[in-house]
């Protein structure tokens, strides 16, 4: 049985990643990596985005948003100028995009009324989001249950949390994106997602970011989230070609348009 991971969160452009980006690459595709979904952050990271889906069309695709960490006061214009282009076939998502209250608390209402504009967009474009929420969950959560009427979908990414956060987030309709927190033993999110419906879980690296054991602290790549597969297959208690369909079928749910992969 041929194995098909879906990387959906990865930061490829990363210039961590850049020097060597054909050889992360083609070690992503030797992994089993059929999909990278890669999460834009500003208008700098956007032009590198688009020259890999560009390069690899059946393997890399691109989000459109504005990280919380780079909404300022000029937040409305970077916005502006970001969404110019209106909708497009390569927009899978609308992301990264959310809050974060770990680094800077103080521009909170800018990132608030950030989310709100992206939000609105991705209803407008029928696309899903992908959510940063860094020491923010439950305000993220507060600020997107009103708009859960009028089909607002999307992933936690990075979700690291508990059982009980796990379960509110799954009620609203969204998916949980794991990385590899999931391989930390003083993480214990194995345990928060052992009754979660498997059916809600997308895996992600990240990258170059928050690799799994065995390569905790040093840089993470897409071929990484082979890793994540083992660990939760065996925690699922199944193979991992098994655990690469589940959590893929999922990732084509989220983002329909990697539905050809």
């Known amino acids: 049985m041929e194995l098909n991971l879906i ?13 060597d980006q054909g050889e992360v690459i083609r070690r992503a595709i030797e992994a089993g990596v059929s999909g990278i979904v890669m999460p834009n952050i500003d208008r700098v990271s956007l032009r590198p985005i688009l020259e890999l889906t560009e390069s690899y069309p059946k393997l890399c695709y691109a989000m459109l948003g504005l990280h919380p960490c780079d909404v300022f006061e ?8 970001l969404f110019a282009e209106g909708p497009h076939q390569r927009w899978v998502a609308i992301g990264e995009i959310g809050l974060d209250l770990y680094w ?59 059982h009980e956060l796990a379960t509110e987030i799954i009620k609203t309709g969204f998916y949980l994106g794991i990385g590899g927190v999931y391989t930390f033993k003083n993480a214990k999110l194995a345990d928060s997602l052992a009754r979660i419906p498997r059916d809600k879980i997308v895996l992600e690296t990240d990258s170059p970011f928050l690799s799994p054991v ?43 348009k990697l539905a050809a992969l």
């Open 7 to 19: 990387d959906t969160h990865c930061h490829l452009y990363h210039d961590q990643l850049a020097g």
């Open 74 to 81: 000029n937040w409305r214009e970077e916005l502006e100028a």
């Open 104 to 162: 800077d608390k103080s521009t909170l209402p800018w990132q608030e009324a950030a989310l709100k504009f992206q939000i609105e967009k991705a209803l407008e474009w029928d696309l899903p989001i992908c959510l940063h929420t860094r020491n923010a969950t439950h305000a993220t959560l507060d600020i997107i249950k009103p708009y859960l009427k009028e089909g607002l979908r999307g992933v936690f990414h990075c979700f690291s949390e508990s």
């Open 214 to 256: 065995p390569h905790r602290g040093k840089r993470n790549e897409p071929a990484y989230v082979r890793l994540v597969a083992e660990a939760m297959a065996q925690n699922w208690e199944c193979s991992i070609e098994e655990l690469a369909s589940q959590t893929s079928q999922n990732a084509q749910r989220l983002f329909p």
